[in-house]
């Protein structure tokens, strides 16, 4: 299993960036997978998931801002951010293999990818 992260990147306050998550090893789309960020000093959150069914989970802090999808050709999840805010700079990382949603707790993890938003 292994997970590679890329996309991340410096932008501006209300900018957008789209991260990448694409697998190998095994089939993303039979899976429950997830995007977590860690902003430094702070713990691991969860931001948003999928689910082998499609449907989908956002935390409040990004609801209506992120959207999480999936490519399964390609094996890839995607998180497409929006009107991002300084809030959001962070390490984030994609994930396989969850505990839910109430942890942040998971099997297979990426490298991360740091996105900063910054004036």
Known sequence: VQLVE???????PGGSLR??????GFILSNYVMGW????PGKGLEWVSGI????STYYSDSVKGRF????DNAKNTMYLQM???K??????YYCATDLDGWATVVAGSWGQGTQVTVSS
């Open 51 to 54: 689910y082998s069914d499609g």
């Open 6 to 12: 890329s996309g991340g990147g410096l932008v501006q």
């Open 86 to 91: 300084l809030e959001d700079t962070a390490v």
């Open 82 to 84: 929006n009107s991002l």
């Open 19 to 24: 991260l990448s998550c694409a697998a190998s």
């Open 67 to 70: 959207t999480i999808s999936r």
């Open 36 to 39: 977590a960020r860690q902003v």
